[in-house]
């Protein structure tokens, strides 16, 4: 049921994704009569198109000529039965019959139009939303703080501590955490670098920084991937849904107010994060790889068409997704995916950084040393201080004095 309810997630967000980044070609783009132009685009064409508005292009799709050949008796007969632009038309929409000496799987695409919408989206509403979405999450945990301050520990430390991460945890932990902010600055660099750093510092400044970017972010990739493995097989079974988490919840994990819910090992927001992290991280890490391994990891038109099989784009109303993509267009998906679901992650994780840093008293310790001041274990983890003093069938007056 659990993995259910993450397939339509991740079905859901790809769908919403499909259509906001969608670059091809829209069917449902209104018909216009064209009959005053021969068949040519109109006027209509020219300005819808100019106004990012759909237009519909059968007239050009469908007019590749006769590959049975014309007969040369008739008016303007072609050589062959198709001209020139006839030709090209093929090309671009890909129902021309050629081959190829390299058997490469881009090798057959001589033209593709879609470059230009990406790199449109890329340097426009990418990089636009996703500054506003880090910014706009800075400057809320900025007021988050100024309104709530730090939350501290309400009792009375005990100074006797108790072992919350192993030191393999730890490691796992900053393994990911290390190679995700490397991979995250590497990937503004990539992203704001023609905006922001060439006129700040030079053509040549950025191109050693770029060319210098792209390896570290090529290479500590699977860095985080192998973290992403690891707090997976350590933490999975802590994370799973429990009871408590409904309560937990509805109190808003007391940071509005005094006290704390009882938690397990990880509260349901902790748990929140860490499928955000999976999820995200699995799924920015299989567009990764299509780009690290180009025309090899094919995966939008293939989920397009059990989508739309499904039905679950009908259903949300935004019709049928393109599945007939060029290698190059799946390579265009690929990045705009790696790059929005990035700066999600990145927003995710820029809250869990104050949380656990100077958003809560205690908490860095959890991570920097491995274990945590008795206190606060049981003010935001009670049920977890319960188990593990059970298991160690030990009283709460025998942990550990601090040193």
Do not use: C
Not at 133 to 157: C, M, N, P, Q, S
Not at 173 to 187: C, E, N, P, R
Not at 188 to 207: E, M, Q, T
């Amino acid at each position: 049921m659990f993995r259910a309810l993450i397939a339509l997630f991740l079905s859901l967000f790809l769908t919403v994704f499909a259509a906001t980044f969608a670059m091809a070609e829209d069917a449902s783009a209104p018909v216009v009569e064209r009959a005053e132009t021969g068949g040519a685009q109109t006027l209509a064409d020219i300005i819808a198109r100019q106004n990012g508005e759909p237009v519909d292009n059968s007239f050009r799709s469908n007019n590749t000529g006769n590959a049975d050949g014309a007969s040369l008796a008739g008016q303007l007969g072609t050589l062959g039965g198709a001209s020139d632009p006839e030709l090209w038309r093929a090309l671009r929409f890909g129902s021309a019959d050629i081959t190829a000496s390299n058997n490469g799987p881009a090798a057959t695409t001589l033209v593709q139009d879609g470059g230009m919408r990406w790199l449109m989206f890329r340097q426009g509403p990418l990089a636009t939303y996703g500054a506003y979405l880090l910014g706009l999450t800075v400057v809320l945990l900025a007021l988050f703080y100024l309104i709530r301050g730090r939350i501290k520990i309400d009792g009375e430390k005990t100074g006797r501590k108790i072992e919350r991460f192993k030191a393999v945890e730890r490691f796992g932990h900053w393994l990911l955490a290390g190679s995700f902010i490397l991979l995250a600055l590497t990937g503004l660099i990539s992203l704001f670098g023609r905006k922001v750093l060439i006129p700040a510092f030079g053509h040549d400044a950025f191109s050693f920084l770029a060319v210098g970017s792209k390896w570290v972010h090529n290479n500590v990739s699977w860095a985080f991937m192998l973290g992403l493995v690891m707090i997976f097989v350590m933490w999975v079974v802590h994370n799973l849904p429990h009871r408590s988490d409904i309560n937990w919840l509805l109190k808003g994990g007391g940071i509005f107010s005094k006290g704390h819910p009882p938690a397990k090992k990880f509260n349901a927001g902790q748990k929140m994060i860490f499928w955000s992290v999976i999820l995200f991280g699995t799924t920015i890490s299989i567009s990764g790889l299509a780009l690290l391994f180009p025309f090899e990891i094919n995966m939008f038109a293939a989920t397009f068409a059990k989508l739309n099989a499904f039905g679950i784009s009908g259903l949300l109303g935004l019709g049928e997704l393109p599945t007939n993509l060029a290698p190059h267009q799946e390579m265009q998906y690929s990045q705009l995916w790696h790059a929005g679901v990035s700066f999600v992650l990145m927003a995710i994780i820029i809250a869990h950084i104050y949380i656990g840093t100077v958003g809560m008293e205690g908490a860095a310790e959890a991570m920097t040393k491995g274990d945590v001041e008795e206190q606060w274990a049981r003010e935001h983890h009670s049920i977890w201080v319960e188990e593990v003093e059970a298991a160690q069938n030990t009283a709460p007056n025998t942990a550990t004095p601090a040193e």
